[in-house]
């Protein structure tokens, strides 16, 4: 995760003497290198869950099961051809984007399937999150959000469980940091990283309430968040249900 993180600061800072009509093809390389990075690892940990209890690969198709190796190696060769001139024009680069696509498709199903460690789940939502904001570049469709098996069990809550709770009491709130999805899953040194936020809420990415501890709250209502308080410590004051917050107002 450090070196993840690491990664990120450095390409952010030469991003910042970046010329504007630059940024975009930088973007697809950067992010085309992000998830050549986590691709080294997550290909394995899908493998070994595999073995694991809650894990029934009994039910899985061979595609299925093969479904994670294939998207590795999509990624590799798309990080190696996001290299060329212009990844934006290039014809192969949309190309392979699209295989790595049409496999993460096939690996999101299979992983919503199943009781996979949440570790891996974790991962994934990282790696899902990366792929949908080049596809959002090139005007591809984007991965769908499916709930895992493991919180399907959820739904059989009882009704007092699934109401939402009160609000949250004046004088007081829930405190953390506005960020964006993939800043918050990127470390806490990236809360702050107000020019990432941006780039990445301009992308398409959904804006979040993230804790010291890292726990991240959806925000029902965005349009109640204003681009001054991205990466700001904020307190906020309003209804929360589960993981979800709609919110009423807010304390910098």
Request: proline share 4%; hydrophobic share 40%; aromatic share 8%.
């Amino acid at each position: 995760m450090l070196a993840r993180i690491v990664f990120g600061f450095a390409f952010f800072g030469l991003l910042a003497v970046a010329a504007p009509e630059d940024y975009a093809r930088e973007h697809v390389r950067f992010l085309a290198l992000q998830l050549d990075q986590w691709n080294k690892e997550f290909p394995q940990e899908f493998y070994t869950a595999l073995m694991q209890p809650g894990v029934d690969s009994a039910k899985l198709s061979p595609a299925a099961k093969a479904s994670a190796g294939e998207l590795g190696e999509s990624i590799h060769t798309l990080a190696l051809l996001a290299s060329a001139k212009d990844p934006l024009a290039d014809a192969e680069v949309r190309s392979q984007l699209e295989k790595a696509l049409a496999a993460a498709k096939n690996l999101n199903q299979t992983i919503a399937s199943q009781r996979f460690p949440a570790n891996l789940q974790s991962d994934w939502e990282q790696i899902r999150s990366t792929l949908n904001s080049l596809a959002r570049v090139y005007k591809l469709e984007q991965l769908a959000f499916l709930e895992s098996a493991a919180g399907s069990g959820r739904r059989g809550a009882s009704p007092a469980a699934q109401t939402p709770s009160p609000a949250i009491a004046a004088g007081s709130g829930l405190t953390g940091y506005i960020v964006d999805v993939a800043c918050a899953k990127n470390g806490k040194g990236m809360w702050t990283n107000t020019t990432c936020i941006e780039r990445c809420v301009r992308d398409g990415e959904k804006i979040v309430l993230v804790t010291e501890e890292g726990k991240i709250y959806q925000i029902s209502n965005q349009e109640k968040i204003t681009p001054e308080t991205y990466g700001r410590l904020v307190t906020v004051v309003g209804k929360t249900q589960g993981e979800s917050i709609t919110v009423d107002s807010f304390k910098l």
